[in-house]
């Protein structure tokens, strides 16, 4: 069925083709190699319930039809929802799911489900007997329900369910919580030809420094239909039994209490914000009992639209509503100490309160944090493990709280991109109340971390460390072997050490092994997934190290073509695919990232595709913009430090012989094409470049970007210069413009593109721009997605391979 549907695809594109390659208007082809990688089946998703007995396979649903992604939707209050199910849009489903008994090795069908089956929210009952999903049709969603011992499902709700807010989750081992539409979709407000008047926004005296969202509300009709679409019913589900619990709302958020006697509940008040997303709209935080009845109101917040700007400054009231895991009913938050304003001199920044059922008692402070509050991980009643900093000091921090002593005490203390120093995660596993909580061992002295990135000198090797609260000190338990690329996805035992990995080489395709690190007994191969590119085999790659002018060291992934000798093929025409990081620490920049042992999987934005077709490719090439003074933030220097980079990069592949310097691409996505734009603006290093769904005016942009938190008043000259729009006269370089016409991500608005397309064509350069229709900020349809990629390899083929060849002469002085 998959291949006759394939066979109609291709016969449909290639008349197409046969229709309009002359006009260039229709959807093309990019070459074979290239579209046999796009649309190659993946190896499945795995996920272990954790016993360790059952794996779930889940395979993902392939690139739907730019015709599905045209079906009618609503972009309202910062959400895509479908009108016709009350879902959102343009979701990724698994098509197929699968067990796999571990013990046995014995692969077993699932009866019982939809064909074709849609489906999401997949997650195992607290007891790891049964398995619950939601199954999306183009008019309602539905929950099936696994039995995993007799693998048979079936559909257990009678009302259809609401999922634009909020999906299912397990209340007990029989009992799913759940929301239900409260009225048929065919009732849904019609949009009336005549306006009951214009849509009027007003402020009066209040700041409302917000990033430019995308989808927001508009008009007193998208307040209509927001309304319409996000209320809700909330339900039990015991055996197939409905119950309803309270009365509809707007749920902002649900979460069960670990004595599974209360709700903390989050609902959305009007009025609703035209300026941030619903998440962010006026709110009530309240605990409630199992009959939805009110125990407690917590808090009334107010829109966020009024929070301070700047990355660590926080509106003044309480937040991170929480329960404690390791209690029976305690409610935890936050409140700030500095009136939400971090530039306010003061010892302690936020409390973390606490208030226990019934609720009735003073709330209790926990502990202060000199930095931002973000979590607690908790464990026990004498260990718990806090986490605090600030982003704009791309500082955190992980502290050890005693709720007996009342002691926080810190433990570990590194910046953000020291990804050296990062311990990983602490290791959790469900307690008395099937809440995750801290792997305790050694008389409550150490915890585990496991680090599945595991990034150092010799790249990455993910590890498991145990490490004494105490005296602070780390005992390495496991690393991956040199060679390999190989990381914990589950901790069954983390007494006998039993754990399930997942391994692979730049050979090897990615498998799950069964291991155990105490007990001396063979590992054992738990999948045999296979190669879903043979265009790859025989690809070199290489990790590539080397430095820039100002001694910064670098890093990026080489690809270079199957057969390929320097000796008698000479250099390559070269494609430089990167994404600029800020860093505040030049260590921290010259770290190495990645590992060249990883398998090559591959995906629709990728670069690689290109190395089938006679390019040297160096993806991940690093950008790192440093701060070079301690007076100085990381953009004051970014033209001139993305220039180093490139050059860095170019004068590389030169000197191995790898690389014509003469023909050289750049490219970038999102803030890669931001800095592709730069590139081609402020140097002539090369011959092409590809920009994909880029922000290039930041004066769109003016109360911040990416880690850039000063406003274009504050930084109106930075702003400016940081903008390739304002030397669009300068692009001389052909360009490439890719944008989703739909486009949904903050700041990159399609009109980015739009403009900077009309600017460069205004100034005589050359430039071409493609819009995706019905594309957002990462593309979705297969037809979209082959023409991009036929796209961007005609592009290089063009003013790239095509181009002059290198001069004999030796290195071109920059």
Known sequence: MLFKKFIAFVIVIAFSLTIHS????????????????????????????????????????????????????????????????????????????????????????????????????????????????????????????????????????KSAVNAVMQSLT?????????????????????????PKGPAVQENYGKASPRPTYQDLIKTPFDEQLFEFFATSQLVKNTNGVETKIGQPAIYKSLSVSPDKKFLLIGKIKKPFSYTVPAFGFPSVMMITDLNGKLVKELATLPSSETSPGGYDNVQNVARSFDWRDDEPATITWCMPLDSGLIKKEVEYHDAIYAQSAPFTAQPKLLFKTKMRYFGTTWGNEQLAIVSEGLRSKQLMQLDRFNSVTEDLEALITRNTTDAYGSPGSPVTAPNKYGKNVLVIT?????????????????????????????????????????????????????????????????????????????????????????????????????????????????????????GYNKDRDGKLPVFIWAYPREFNS???????????????????????????????????????????????????????QLTLNAEAAINVLDSLGVG???????????????????????????????????????????????????????????????????????????????????DNNTGTYPIQSERMFSAIKGHGGTVKYISLPYESHGYQGKENILHMLNEQFQWLEKYVKNAPAAKKEGKKSF
């Open 22 to 157: 002359q006009d260039n208007t229709g959807y093309t082809l990019p070459p074979k190699d290239i579209t046999d990688m796009l649309l190659a089946e993946s190896s499945p998703l795995v996920s272990v319930n954790d016993k360790g007995d059952w794996m779930l396979m889940m395979q993902r649903s392939s690139y739907p039809s730019v015709e599905e992604l045209a079906q009618p939707e609503l972009r309202i209050a910062g959400l895509r929802i479908n009108p016709a199910n009350y879902s959102r849009s343009r979701q990724s489903f698994m098509n197929d799911i699968w067990l796999k008994n571990i013990g046995t090795g014995k692969e077993m069908k699932i009866t019982g489900l939809p064909s074709p089956l849609f489906a999401g929210s997949i997650s195992w009952s607290p007891d790891d007997k049964k398995i619950a999903l939601t199954h999306t049709t183009n008019n309602r969603v539905d929950i099936y329900v696994v039995d995993v011992a007799t693998q048979k499902a079936a559909k257990v709700n």
């Open 170 to 194: 397990w209340f007990d081992n029989n009992t799913l919580l759940y929301f239900i539409a409260t009225k048929p979709v065919t009732t849904a407000p019609t949009k009336p030809l005549m």
């Open 442 to 562: 050694d008389n409550n002295s150490k915890i585990l971390f496991n680090n599945t990135t595991g990034s150092s000198p010799k790249g990455d090797l993910p590890f498991l460390t145990s490490y004494n609260v105490h005296t602070k000190q780390t005992e390495t338990i496991w690393r991956c072997n040199e060679g390999w690329y190989e990381m914990i996805v589950k901790v069954l035992d983390p007494v006998k050490l039993s754990v399930i990995t997942r391994k692979e080489s730049e050979n090897e395709v990615p498998n799950y092994w069964l291991k155990n690190f105490r007990l001396r007994i063979a590992d054992r191969k738990l999948t045999d997934f296979s190669n879903p590119y043979p265009q790859l085999e025989g690809v070199s790659k290489e990790k590539i190290k080397y430095k820039r002018a100002d001694g910064v060291d670098l890093t990026g992934d080489l690809y270079l073509p199957k």
């Open 586 to 640: 030049a260590a921290d920049a010259a770290q190495v990232r990645g590992s060249e042992h990883r398998f090559t999987l591959i995906n629709w934005g990728s670069p690689i595709f290109y190395v089938t077709q006679g390019y040297a490719v160096l993806n991940n090439a690093e950008m790192p913009i440093v701060a070079t003074a301690s007076d100085k933030k990381p953009n004051d220097d970014f033209v001139e």
């Open 660 to 742: 014509d310097r003469n023909r050289v691409a750049v490219g970038g996505h999102s803030y890669g094409a931001f800095m592709t734009a730069n590139l081609l603006a402020h140097t002539n290093l090369f011959k092409a470049g590809i920009a994909r769904s880029g922000a290039y005016n930041r004066s769109l942009t003016p109360f911040g970007f990416q880690n850039e938190d000063r406003t274009y008043w504050q930084a109106q000259q930075l702003y400016t210069e940081m903008s390739p729009f304002t030397y669009a006269d300068k692009i001389k370089t052909p360009l490439l413009l890719v944008h989703g016409d739909m």
